[in-house]
C-alpha cells in the first residue's frame, strides 16, 4: 500500500492531475474482478471509491490551507475488507512535523462488532503511524540492534491528534475481513500529506528525521 498509494500521488504531481481524481479515474466503474490474493475471490473497487470519497469530505479535501500545512490521502483492500486514510499535517520550518487531524473508514462488508471494528481501526491507523514514524529494525555483524520499546519506538499519546475520528461504512449484509486493514493506507496517507505541505518527498521508512535533513 505504501509503495502503490505514494506512485500514485508521484505520478498525478508528474502529470498535473489531482491525487484523488487519479485514484478515481484508475478504479474506474464498480464491479467484482477476479482476485486470486487473501480473503475472498473478488475485488470490488466500489467500497474504495466510496470511502476515498467520504475521508475526502470528512477532511475537507481541496480547500486552501496555509503554507506549510498539507492533505493526503490513500486506500487499500486486504482480507476481504476496504479503508481508506486521510491525513491533515503542518511541518514548520525545522522540520518539525504535528499531525493535525486524522480521517480513518473502513467498508468491512457488515460490522458484527461496531464497537469492536471501530477500536480495531483506531489501532491499526496508529500502528501504521508508528511504522510509518519510528519504527526501524537494524542489523549490525549479524545481530538485530533493536532489544525493547526503548529503541523501538512506538507511537505514543502525544503523537496522535485530538481530532482523530474513525467511521464503519457497511455496504454489504456479509462480514469480510477487518484484522489487518486498519494499517496499510495510514503510512502512505501520511506521507502524501507531508508531501503536500513540504515539497518533500517521503521514499522511504520510517521517516525519522528525513524532514529536518
Known amino acids: 500500500a505504501f509503495v502503490i498509494q505514494s506512485f500514485l500521488d508521484e505520478l498525478a504531481a508528474e502529470t498535473g ?12 466503474e464498480e464491479r467484482e474482478l477476479e482476485y486470486s490474493g487473501h480473503g475472498v475471490p473478488t475485488f470490488n473497487p466500489g467500497p474504495v471509491i466510496r470511502l476515498l470519497k467520504y475521508v475526502a469530505k470528512r477532511i475537507g479535501y481541496g480547500k486552501t490551507r496555509p503554507a506549510g500545512t498539507g492533505v493526503g490521502l490513500a486506500g487499500h483492500f486486504t482480507f476481504g475488507g476496504y479503508a481508506a486514510h486521510a491525513f491533515e499535517v503542518t511541518v514548520d520550518e525545522r522540520g518539525e512535523l504535528s499531525i493535525d487531524r486524522i480521517v480513518a473508514a ?36 549479524g545481530r538485530v540492534q533493536q532489544s525493547n520499546f526503548d ?62 535533513a
Do not use: W
Open 106 to 141: 473502513i467498508d468491512c462488508g457488515f460490522a458484527v462488532h461496531p464497537n469492536g471494528v471501530d477500536a480495531q481501526l483506531q489501532g491499526g491507523t496508529i500502528d501504521g503511524l508508528s511504522t510509518a514514524l519510528g519504527l526501524e529494525i537494524t542489523v549490525k555483524d
Open 17 to 28: 492531475q489531482d491525487p484523488l481524481r487519479l485514484r478515481l479515474d484508475i478504479l474506474g
Open 151 to 212: 529503541d523501538y519506538p512506538l507511537a505514543r499519546i502525544a503523537m496522535v491528534p485530538s481530532l482523530f475520528e474513525t467511521h464503519i461504512l457497511n455496504y454489504d449484509d456479509v462480514p469480510t475481513g477487518v484484522g489487518e486493514i486498519g494499517i496499510p493506507s495510514a503510512a502512505p496517507a501520511l506521507t502524501n500529506a507531508i508531501f503536500n505541505a513540504t515539497g518533500k518527498r517521503i521514499r522511504n521508512l520510517p521517516i525519522g528525521d528525513q524532514l529536518k
